[in-house]
């Protein structure tokens, strides 16, 4: 293969011998590859945008009618094909796309921060009784954090995503948690990167300790709130329906 002209400046010696010495049957085969994925990916892409449009209606309806609203911020990510590749390999899937449909949940990813945890089990339960909404798994971290003490509420969620050729349901994770959960996990996943997962004991029992003050604020906070609204005794826990 003959390097583009116009980006032929820009390589290095090494890159344009590298491609020059690609035969055209296996650059056929990576374009068709290429185009292959992205069909794949497509509907992950839509069904992020079905439940990102759901929650802003939920956000905007809070906002309007409501003194005050549960959401504080919303974010979405498709999983990049090394991510799922490191996946595939990890849960030992056959790497067919339609296995790979079948086995990863979490190539859509939505996550919800909220003001409290009422709010994040509010958030869920008005997200899952929506009539398209299915269910298809629940993890609770909130009510059992992680042995580090990562604390979120997970949920595999499949929505209708309606294409040319017809419909098609979808899986997206969505993740759940207060600001101070999400304060703690973002800096918790910083460092375990940062570290390549071989994270020094001290810094462990520093983000242990660090899991328990976000815990206590998230209780303080809830509590202060409740108090200014006058409202009685807390409930976090999943609706008795899941
Ligand atoms: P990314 O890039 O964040 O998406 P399963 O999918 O059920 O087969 P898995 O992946 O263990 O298995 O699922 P789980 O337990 O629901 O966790 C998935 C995601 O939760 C992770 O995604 C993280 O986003 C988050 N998470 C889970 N545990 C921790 C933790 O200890 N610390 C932090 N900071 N985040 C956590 P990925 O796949 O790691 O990647």
């Known amino acids: 293969m003959q390097p583009d002209p116009a980006v032929a400046p ?24 290429r185009e292959d994925f ?16 759901k929650v802003s209606i939920l956000r905007e309806e809070f906002a309007e009618l409501q003194d005050y609203n549960p959401i504080e911020h919303i974010s979405s990510r ?3 094909a090394e991510s799922i590749e490191q996946k595939v390999i990890r849960k030992n899937c056959e790497p067919t796309f339609e296995a790979i449909r079948d086995a990863i949940t979490d190539i859509a990813g939505v996550r919800i921060v909220c003001s409290f945890v009422s709010d994040v089990y509010r958030v869920f339960d008005l997200l899952t009784r929506q009539e398209d909404v299915r269910v298809l ?6 009510a059992h954090p992680k042995p580090n003490g990562y604390k979120s509420l997970h949920v595999i969620l499949e929505v209708p995503v309606f294409l040319s050729d017809g419909p098609v349901r979808v899986p997206v994770e969505v993740q759940l ?4 959960m999400d304060f703690w996990a973002s800096l918790e996943h910083k460092i375990y990167y940062k570290y390549d997962g071989e ?5 462990l029992r520093d983000l242990t300790a660090a899991a328990s003050t976000a815990n206590q604020l998230d209780l303080t906070m809830e509590d202060l709130h409740r108090q200014v609204r006058g409202e009685g005794g807390t409930v976090y826990s999943l609706p008795a329906s899941v």
Not at 177 to 180: D, E, F, I, L, S
Not at 199 to 203: A, N
């Open 10 to 33: 820009l390589l290095s010696t090494r890159a344009i011998e590298a491609l020059q010495s690609i035969d055209p049957e296996t650059l056929g085969e990576v374009q068709a590859f």
């Open 38 to 53: 992205a069909r794949f990916i497509m509907p992950y892409k839509f069904g992020i945008d079905e439940i990102s449009t």
């Open 78 to 80: 498709l999983k990049s």
């Open 137 to 142: 798994r629940v993890k609770d971290y909130i």
């Open 177 to 180: 948690r207060t600001v101070a």
């Open 199 to 203: 994270v020094p004991e001290r810094l």
